[in-house]
């Protein structure tokens, strides 16, 4: 959480922290500047002491909203200044820039460096900084970062934009289904007006202007039908036609305005399901239950996964554990963190080192899935779960899970 920033700073000894670059894609600029559009932003903190924002002179308002310390880019660290002294030479400009806010800004000892930044622009830059320095030392971090760690447990507020995520999306994923109901069929074909099939890349076109009807937004979401559906990250191709009786996974996962994703998986077979897809999709529902039902503080994340593979394996299903790399049965983790990233700690994984406990303010996927493509299908079932900082158990998740959708 925001609040355990400078107890983190203290376990690794930093004294400052940089966060570098535009908002756009910048998930740690956004963590702490609450998703406000900014362009060339940084926010930099010493520790015991509140982050301070240096933005644009146009960006005021944006800037303003975020409740951080101020000061103008333009008025105090003016770049065509900096360009005029250096002879338009970008790139001295950019590291005396930098080395101006860490020097006058008093940002000594150990100084983690985040954000976003083109990995060669960086190494360029920030090499030069650090030679000039006398009195810091730039620290970059890999894996569990100060910040990956800061935003693995969400704070109650930050779960009620989640909350809202889940509420949204579960209105999307209504309105498909009413959508696709809306449609008559033809032998095993759903049809359009005009009596040509409805393909499955018009359901997705509905789906994102849905999504985007309701201020969130999404760069992809899944929808797979029969063979497709089998292959877990298969988008589905827009030109297949919907068919009764084939397995549908429907997997979306938008974010707010404000940044946070929700993530949900449903299966869906039209007008009736074949046998096997049934009791796949039975198998899947019964494992998940078990766990919404076993989850909580201080358990071993990695429980749930073992929880799982023994349950898929006693049906005589392959699992990764027991056919590593293969592609039938059950064939993933179950589930992963989500917050302003789709994919975030903790992982509900049993990966080597993963010796994480469900705490609270962490918000999880929970997803296990069966795949069998040569016999055309796939089945999934899933939901986001949070823990509130009183370690209550909330589903973010609110939507039926009937496996049959009745058409027409």
């Known amino acids: 959480m925001r609040s355990d920033l400078d107890r983190l700073m203290a376990e690794r000894n930093l004294d400052a922290f ?25 926010v930099f903190k010493r520790r ?8 644009g002179g146009m960006e005021r308002d944006n800037a303003a909203a975020t409740g951080l310390r101020l000061i103008d880019r333009d008025a105090n660290y003016n770049m065509f200044a900096y360009l005029q002294k250096l002879d338009g030479n970008t790139l001295a400009a950019q590291v005396a820039y930098l080395c101006d806010v860490i020097e006058g800004q008093g940002l000594h000892g150990r100084v983690g460096v985040y954000g976003m930044y083109d990995a060669g622009a960086a190494m360029a830059v920030l090499n030069q900084v650090q030679d000039r320095l006398s009195n810091s030392e730039l620290v970059g971090e890999f894996g569990d970062t100060l910040f990956s760690l800061a935003r693995e447990t969400k704070d109650d507020w930050e779960i009620a934009q989640m909350v809202e995520a889940g509420r949204l999306t579960a209105i999307v994923v209504g309105e498909t289904q009413e959508f696709i109901q809306s449609h008559r069929t033809r032998g095993d074909l759903v049809i359009k007006s005009d009596g040509e099939p409805l393909t499955v890349g018009e359901v997705q076109s509905f789906t994102n202007s849905r999504v985007y009807a309701h201020g969130m937004s999404q760069d992809h979401h899944i929808f797979a039908q029969g063979r497709e559906a089998g292959v877990p990250h298969n988008h589905g191709s827009a030109d297949v036609p919907l068919r009764l009786g084939q397995s549908i996974v429907f997997d979306i996962f938008p974010k707010t305005a404000g940044g946070y994703y929700h993530d949900m998986t449903r299966t869906w077979c039209l007008g009736y399901a074949p046998e096997a897809v049934a009791e796949a999709y039975a198998q899947c529902k019964e494992i998940f239950d078990q766990v919404i039902a076993n989850v909580a503080v201080g ?35 179950l589930g992963h963190g989500l917050g302003l990233d789709i994919h975030e700690a903790p992982s509900l994984g049993i990966a080597a080192g993963n010796t994480r406990l469900l705490q609270p303010g962490h918000v999880v996927s929970v997803e296990p899935g069966l795949y069998y493509p040569d016999q055309g299908y796939g089945v999934r079932v899933e939901d986001t779960v949070a823990f509130t900082e009183s370690g209550a158990l909330i589903t973010l998740t609110q939507y039926p899970y009937d496996l049959v959708i009745p058409m027409k």
């Open 18 to 42: 940089l966060v570098l670059g535009d908002s756009h894609g910048n998930t740690i600029m956004n963590y702490l500047t609450g998703g406000v559009m900014l362009e060339r932003a940084v």
């Open 48 to 55: 015991g002491e509140g982050a301070a924002l240096i933005h």
């Open 299 to 333: 358990k071993p994340c990695r429980d749930f996964q073992a929880m799982t593979l023994d349950y898929f394996e006693a049906k005589g299903h392959p699992t990764a554990r027991t056919h590593p790399g293969g592609h039938d049965g059950y064939v993933h983790s």
